[in-house]
């Protein structure tokens, strides 16, 4: 019998990834290349497009050579890409501009002014708050200081989109890549005329939107030949990686809540059409037609344990850094830590949010740091938990995946914070998993999204333990006075 294989492709902030899995969700092969950002001055956060579509081709081909996968084996490549990337690209399709990321802070001030004098009206016809993160913000800031890359472009991209043109000369965006540019009316799912004429854009230089099961054909010749793949191999539009990586894990019913932690980190949930808050601190992101992902992203994941380790110039492993921690009981012994080390989204949506040590004494070492840190950042997705709460629900199953997965501390942590079971995923390639899913769905090689529930090699769930439980519930309670008062003062 033939073996069959699917590949998910995800273009994320750190690093490109290719994955190639069973059907099953058995990974068979993987590649990944880190990108390279550049910071030109302060706040800002620049990628080469070139350098990750060169980079995307390469891990591609790696994986298929290390998974000795033959060309009739491979059914479909999957994208998944991380949001808010934007390139200037010129009549001649090529870049005038590097891409500016999510990171990249440079629209601080228009994205303030934006929020002051249009933010509810923005919040209720996009689902995506107002911030520098966000196309719309960098495009008025574009507009704004006349940059010229702006002034001359053809199109307006992100790298998703570029590879796709690069590779496929199309123009096409998938919903939730566009519904998360803050241009997209989301009860329409059409780009909105209100907001072109804020970021002062034409409809032709924004690409067609399209469903994340749309079939692409005819990869270019020499793509084809670098990648080591037949030019004929359909490729799958998939989504963001935020949907991905939940679709990935499987947290796709009701109650079924997903949390990513790497660098940065988000808590989201499935639901049915359009969902905002009262309070504007949770987005909505489209999927599909009839499905958005809710949730909030928060800056500070494991950075700001990477940060914690570099300022005490530590050189192990991050195992041997957190080891000690494991000794020290819940609440670090009073101290306490606020992770906005790299300003922040949800839940404050505060780009000068800083972060903050509460409580020290001279009894703290080390592992105390360290404890409180990876609390912080614990903390800080269980208040994001909570908007999200009480918008769909108590949530019944926490599903969990990205770097600090790896950490048996970290895991442990959240299920008694939550005070639920937390499942993870053997692989951590939830959102190339994702991706991979949804072209197997659009080829009608499985019969729904939900299907891939039967097809996620799960570890054994971690169980919380009730009196830590009811020591974080003291401790948010303090932890939640502090942000009120201290977001005064950022």
Same mark, same amino acid.
């Given at each position: 019998m033939t073996r069959e294989v699917v590949i998910g492709l995800d273009i994320g902030t750190t690093s490109v990834k290719a994955v190639v899995f069973q059907l099953n969700g058995k990974v068979v092969s993987e590649s990944e290349e880190l990108i390279t950002s550049y910071y030109p001055k302060q706040g800002w956060v620049e990628q080469d497009p070139d350098e990750i579509e060169r980079l995307a081709v390469k891990v591609v081909r790696t994986a298929i050579e290390q998974g000795d996968i033959n060309n009739t084996e491979i059914l479909t490549v999957g994208f998944s890409s991380a949001m808010h990337s934007l390139i200037c690209i010129g009549k001649d399709r090529q870049p005038l501009s590097p891409a500016l990321i999510w990171a990249d802070g440079r629209s601080s001030e228009q994205a303030k002014k934006v929020k002051q004098e249009k933010g509810k009206m923005l919040f209720e016809k996009t689902g995506v708050p107002i911030h520098p993160m966000t196309p719309l913000s960098k495009l008025i800031w574009m507009k704004e200081v006349g940059y010229e890359p702006y002034l001359s472009a053809a199109y307006f991209l992100s790298i998703k989109?570029?590879?796709?043109?690069?590779?496929?000369?199309?123009?096409?965006? !998938?919903?939730?890549?566009?519904?998360?540019?803050?241009?997209?009316?989301?009860?329409?799912?059409?780009?909105? @005329? !209100?907001?072109?004429?804020?970021?002062d854009i034409q409809r032709n230089q924004l690409?067609? =939107?399209?469903?994340?099961?749309?079939?692409?054909?005819?990869?270019? @010749?020499?793509?084809?030949?670098?990648?080591?793949?037949?030019?004929?191999?359909?490729? =799958?539009?998939?989504?963001? !990686?935020?949907?991905? $990586?939940?679709?990935?894990?499987?947290?796709?019913?009701?109650?079924?809540?997903?949390?990513? $932690?790497?660098?940065?980190?988000?808590?989201r949930q499935f639901a049915n059409g359009f969902n905002i808050t009262e309070k504007h601190d949770t987005f909505s992101y489209a999927f599909t037609k009839e499905f958005s992902i809710i949730g909030g992203p928060t800056n500070n994941g494991g950075i700001a344990l990477q940060w914690l380790k570099e300022l005490l110039n530590y050189e192990g492993s991050f195992n041997e850094f957190t080891q000690k921690a494991e000794k020290v009981a819940p609440g670090a012994e009073g101290l306490l830590f606020l992770?906005?080390?790299?300003? @922040?989204?949800?839940?404050?949506?505060?780009?000068?949010?800083?972060?903050?040590?509460?409580?020290?004494? =001279?009894?703290?070492?080390? @592992?105390?740091?360290?404890?409180?840190?990876?609390?912080?950042?614990?903390?800080?997705?269980?208040?994001?938990?909570?908007?999200?709460?009480?918008l769909a629900g108590a949530p019944d199953k926490i599903y969990v995946n990205g770097g600090l997965a790896r950490s048996s501390l970290w895991l442990q942590m959240l299920a008694d914070m939550f005070g639920k079971e937390v499942y993870v995923s053997e692989s951590h390639h939830s959102a190339a998993w994702g991706a991979a899913w949804t072209g197997l769905v659009a080829l009608n090689k499985v019969a729904s999204f939900e299907q891939i529930k039967e097809n996620i090699p799960m570890s054994t769930p971690i169980v919380p333990n009730e009196s830590n439980h009811k020591t974080y519930r003291e401790l948010y309670k303090k932890y939640e006075l502090l942000v009120n008062d201290l977001v005064k003062h950022f």
């Open positions: 989109e570029y590879l796709l043109l690069k590779w496929f000369d199309q123009r096409i965006v !998938d919903y939730s890549m566009a519904v998360s540019t803050g241009l997209l009316n989301a009860h329409s799912l059409d780009w909105d @005329e !209100d907001l072109l004429k804020l970021a690409s067609e =939107v399209v469903s994340p099961t749309t079939i692409l054909t005819g990869l270019k @010749e020499h793509i084809a030949g670098e990648m080591g793949v037949d030019s004929d191999l359909p490729f =799958v539009m998939g989504a963001a !990686d935020g949907q991905l $990586a939940n679709l990935g894990i499987g947290a796709i019913s009701p109650g079924e809540v997903a949390i990513t $932690a790497g660098t940065s980190g988000a808590i992770p906005y080390i790299n300003g @922040e989204r949800a839940p404050l949506w505060n780009q000068q949010a800083k972060g903050n040590f509460f409580g020290m004494s =001279v009894t703290h070492k080390r @592992e105390h740091f360290v404890r409180a840190v990876l609390e912080g950042i614990t903390l800080n997705l269980y208040q994001i938990g909570q908007s999200l709460e009480n």
